[in-house]
């Protein structure tokens, strides 16, 4: 993937970003505040990816803005991939330092015949665990193989370690939306600012980031 322009810019006393992101086959723009209330605005050119996102924002507390212009005649993989590139690295920039943040997150989703669960750890050491048995390729246009590369994307530009696994479910649907409302809900809590350790960054190396366990 050929990058023509990255951008990039904070508020240091806000916990906010924004992201540009240009290449070849696609032009996406994301914006976070990671103090709000779950208030989205959402184009993506993919009905399905814009309501995940939608569910990301609203069970997260994060604000979300996203546009993203894509070769969506050629397929979704392009677009759904680089948004979750934006939108993790605009979470990664507003965190900062990650001072102060409760660093880890979990949440046991349901969603009628199905359960989901997913932990994370804003170790600013990206890594992915999916376990998520999809049974169908396709949720209306969009393929079902593509949720991968985005989780993928969105791990390793937020700096993340992130385990997804549903643990039963029958509806592709609901196996999916429970994973998005999951990482919103264990994100809700990974982001909080401590208020016991305010000042401090939550790792006994006093950083972020690594192969060395903290």
Not at 14 to 32: C, F, G, L, P, Q
Not at 161 to 184: D, F, Q
Not at 191 to 202: H, N, Q, S, T
């Amino acid at each position: 993937m050929s990058v023509k322009e990255l951008s990039a810019s904070s508020d240091s006393d806000k916990r906010v970003a924004d992201v540009a992101r240009t290449t070849k086959e696609t032009d996406i723009s994301a914006a976070v505040n990671l103090d709000g209330t779950g208030v989205y605005d959402i184009e993506t050119g993919i009905g399905f990816l814009d309501h995940m996102l939608e569910q990301l924002s609203r069970h997260s507390l994060i604000d979300l803005t996203v546009r993203a212009k894509g070769d969506l005649h050629i397929d979704f993989h392009h677009t759904t991939e680089d948004s979750g590139y934006a939108v993790g690295e605009a979470i990664s920039l507003a965190l900062g330092d990650r001072r102060g943040i409760r660093r880890y997150g979990d949440a046991l989703i349901p969603m009628d015949e199905t359960l989901t669960r997913v932990a994370l750890d804003l170790s600013n050491r990206p890594y992915l665990v999916w376990r998520v048995p999809f049974t169908q390729p396709k949720l209306g246009e969009m393929d079902t193989e593509l949720f991968l590369e985005w989780y993928r994307a969105f791990a390793q530009s937020a700096g993340m370690t992130l385990h997804v696994e549903t643990l039963y479910g029958e509806n592709n649907h609901h196996m999916i939306e429970s994973c998005y409302k999951g990482l919103a809900r264990a994100l809700r809590v990974a982001v909080e600012i401590d208020p016991r350790r305010r000042d401090a960054v939550p790792s006994t190396k006093g950083v972020l980031g690594g192969s060395i366990s903290e």
